[in-house]
């Protein structure tokens, strides 16, 4: 792993303000609406950043659970009369909303902007890093898998594919498309080398049924995004999880977003201080496998191993040109189904 750190990111020191800068105010009665996934990731918010506000300021945090696609659909709903204060969006979601007026574009005299890498906050403040791999049957593919290795004619209908649309898919595609020597700009040469992965072993919608296929055999590879995977490795000691390097994978970074004109301006901005915060982007990674964008946060050499954690390991991932993708997804989820699933 990439451990260096360039000379110009590390220029100064930066220093978020301490946890209590806001604890003189009393917001009692006042209530902080954030939107979020579920699971490992609300708890950590809820431990490391409610809950010190709460106790800080008296105010309550609500969590509304759920992905992306509600969230949007609530801030865009809310537009003139916003209810949520803070929603955490896809790379690809947080420059469209500030395009059209809905969240806040991150402060760069902030220092919770400053500590974070150069160039990640893009619409909005840059939150966690994954990567879309590999996950493989260790007993059927017995070295850490290159993407080349899906199309080898041993490992025939034994790939599975998440479904699509989504992030895996269109990462799928941009690889198939560098695979061919272009890349997502050139839909044709992609799905022409997704062919050579028929027939699919199954279409996956979460990590259970598609690692229980694994393990028993049935699928040999799937392209998945790190992060949650690797928290369930641990309950499925056959399996693996590679990051390739002919092309390396494929970056997908969540984004925390501060919501244009909110109900709790201020408890929205502590939160995001906190959320961006050493403690919690520490947690991330070492309980989660999210990668911290926080350039202060230190990992031990076994976390960073899991993680993607530097810029310069970010620079030598696959990033699609996402505006351009999701404007195909429409087309691609159709060709997806007839020309992959054969559907």
């Avoid at 110009?8 to 939107?35: C, E, R, W």
């Avoid at 493989?136 to 070295?143: A, D, F, M, S, T």
């Avoid at 998945?224 to 990051?243: N, Q, R, T, W």
């Avoid at 995001?272 to 919690?280: D, Q």
């Amino acid at each position: 792993m990439l451990k260096k750190l360039s000379t110009a990111l590390l220029a100064g020191t930066i220093v978020l303000p301490a946890a209590g800068a806001f604890a003189a105010d009393d917001y009692s009665g006042h209530t902080l609406v954030v939107g979020v996934w579920g699971g490992d990731i609300e708890r950590l918010l809820r431990e490391n950043v409610a809950e010190p506000i709460e106790e800080e300021t008296g105010a309550s945090v609500e969590f509304v659970l759920g992905g992306t696609g509600d969230r949007m659909a609530r801030i865009y709903a809310e537009k003139d009369n916003p209810t949520m204060d803070v929603a955490f969006l896809n790379m690809y979601e947080a420059p469209q909303a500030l395009s059209d007026g809905i969240v806040l574009p991150p402060d760069p005299e902030s220092d919770m902007y400053k500590a974070i890498w150069d160039g990640m906050n893009n619409g909005c403040y840059a939150m966690s890093l994954v990567g879309l791999g590999i996950a493989y049957n260790k007993n059927i593919v017995p070295e850490a898998p290159e993407w080349e290795d899906m199309w080898d004619p041993e490992y025939n209908g034994m790939i599975a594919v998440a479904q699509y649309p989504g992030s895996e898919g269109d990462g799928l595609i941009g690889v198939a498309a560098r695979l061919a020597g272009a890349d997502e700009h050139d839909p044709d040469a992609a799905f022409e080398k997704l062919q050579g992965l028929k027939p699919i072993a199954m279409t996956y919608t979460n990590l259970d049924e598609v690692f229980a296929m694994m393990d028993v055999g049935e699928v040999a590879m799937a392209p998945m995004i790190s992060g949650y995977v690797l928290s369930a490795l641990k309950e499925h000691p056959d399996i693996g999880f590679s990051f390739p390097t002919e092309p390396g994978p494929v970056l997908v970074r969540d984004m925390l977003c501060l919501v244009k004109d909110s109900p709790e301006p201020e408890l929205a901005k502590m939160f995001a201080e906190k959320a961006l915060g050493v403690a919690n982007q520490t947690d991330y990674a070492e309980q989660i496998f999210f990668g911290p964008t926080n350039s202060q946060v230190e990992l031990s050499e076994e976390a960073s191993a899991d993680v993607i954690d530097t810029p310069e390991e970010v620079e030598s991932l696959v990033q699609l040109d996402w505006p351009y993708v999701i404007e195909q997804r429409s087309d691609w989820t159709q060709r997806w189904n007839k020309e992959l699933l054969e559907q």
